[in-house]
């Protein structure tokens, strides 16, 4: 037992989950502060007041009284006024359960005219009874919610830098949210938008002491937050870094060249015929080299490519050796016709696929069919039809193929009647 309390240990105590989901935070607290255990702190605090001490004393853990005892309590005595409090309010409440007990630190704010009192007790239930096991009385020159309350008043220029950041930081994340949205992003634009919404390592301050802390690992909305967690606790100025709109900014440019180059290219010469159709293999006619799972309708369009068009390659990172596995297990399991099996495969090495790198095969008259536009090259174009990404969940009723065979036969010129 001791006469005195330390602020932090009486803030620790302030701290009382669902407060700021409360329309009235101060009633939500007072329902969760036990109401017994709230009047046997009360009646020992007006014991206390009123000298005395063998009652306080008797509600004492036994473990917990020494020869100090009484004069702790006439030392705390001497601190609380004689009048009585004009008004009385729980200001913290923590409760900890357990299988055989309960413990309430329950924390309360006396007002005695222009003075206030913090009292501080922490009661152990066990069965029917109710011990006192911690006593702590603090006077203060002014209550909690003045001192707390929100003010940029006399305050330091790190109130005032945070302050601003707290503006500017949502003002930055929203500004590139809406881009992000009126961007055209080929592939998981929510994901996109999520990412930009976000701010990662979280910077904290204590509007009321200036004390600063830092949470790596946490991520905050709009990049910014202010919160308190009880009616008269500090308020906490959360500041984080808006990683996802800073990347995506970086990011835009590019997703504006990719959205203005036209999607699905017409040949230069209108109904000019193809002599070589260079194929994707991973994402375009299969799944991946793992799974292989065969694109719905892949049998019909390799026949109607090999019908229509001269000469089909494949355009593939697979090495040949797998290749040959692939299709060998393709042909076996019905997916394509045995023909393709010995379908010619091009070495591809280098960020793109050089059509020029193709064998015998003009350019102009030269179609990759691929669903990575990064891998094309930039001159070339004109000469690329691309495809939707076949990934999972790998949906049966997937119709790409058909809508790129329509693509070859009427912007192409590539018919299998030919």
Same mark, same amino acid.
């Given at each position: 037992m001791t006469c005195r309390l330390r602020l932090p240990r009486i803030a620790a105590c302030l701290a009382v989950a669902g407060l700021l989901c409360s329309c009235d935070p101060q009633a939500t607290l007072d329902k969760i502060v036990p109401k017994e255990e709230a009047a046997i702190a009360k009646d020992l605090v007006d014991k206390l007041a009123a000298k005395d001490y063998s009652a306080v004393e008797e509600k004492l853990d036994p473990r917990l009284r020494t020869p100090e005892t009484r004069r702790k309590l006439e030392e705390m005595a001497r601190l609380l006024p004689a009048e009585k409090p004009s008004s009385i309010r729980a200001v913290g409440a923590n409760i900890l359960s357990t299988e055989s007990t309960k413990t309430s630190n329950l924390t309360f704010e006396y007002q005695y005219g222009t003075g206030w009192i913090l009292a501080n007790a922490v009661l152990e239930r066990h069965a029917d009874t109710v011990t006192l096991k911690e006593l702590h009385i603090l006077p203060r020159t002014q209550s909690l919610e003045e001192e707390n309350r929100f003010t940029l008043r006399a305050k330091s220029a790190s109130h005032y830098l945070v302050f601003g950041l707290a503006i500017a930081i949502p003002l930055f994340v929203l500004y590139a949210l809406v881009l992000c949205i009126r961007t055209r992003i080929p592939r998981r634009k929510w994901l996109w938008i999520l990412f930009v919404m976000v701010g990662f390592f979280e910077v904290q301050f204590n509007w009321t002491t200036g004390a600063w802390g830092v949470q790596a690992f946490a991520a905050a909305l709009f990049g910014a937050a202010f919160t308190k967690s009880g009616p008269v606790?500090? *308020? %906490?100025?959360? +500041?984080? %870094?808006?990683?996802?709109? %800073?990347? #995506? +900014?970086?990011? /835009?440019?590019a997703f504006q060249a990719r959205s203005a180059a036209p999607r699905d290219p017409r040949p230069s010469t209108a109904g000019s015929r193809v002599d070589v159709l260079a194929l994707d293999l991973e994402g375009t006619l299969i799944s991946n080299a793992v799974s292989q799972i065969p694109r719905p309708g892949l049998w019909? #369009? +390799?026949? #109607?490519?090999?019908?229509?068009?001269?000469? $089909?390659? $494949? *355009?593939?990172?697979?090495?040949? =050796?797998?290749? /040959? =596995? %692939?299709?060998? /297990? +393709?042909v076996a399991d019905g997916a394509v016709p045995p023909w393709f099996q010995e379908i010619d495969c091009i070495k591809w090495s280098g960020p793109k696929k050089d059509l020029a790198a193709i064998p015998d095969a003009p350019l102009e008259r030269t179609v990759l069919i691929d669903d990575h536009e990064e891998y094309v090259v930039p001159e070339q174009r004109g000469q690329w039809l691309p495809i939707a990404w076949f990934a999972a969940p790998y949906p049966s009723d997937d119709t790409e193929l058909d809508r790129v065979r329509r693509v070859l036969e009427e912007e192409w010129g590539c018919h299998a009647d030919r």
């Open positions: 606790a500090p *308020y %906490i100025r959360t +500041l984080a %870094i808006p990683v996802g709109a %800073i990347v #995506f +900014l970086a990011r /835009r440019r019909g #369009f +390799l026949e #109607f490519c090999r019908q229509a068009v001269p000469r $089909l390659v $494949l *355009y593939t990172s697979v090495s040949e =050796e797998k290749v /040959r =596995e %692939i299709t060998a /297990r +393709l």
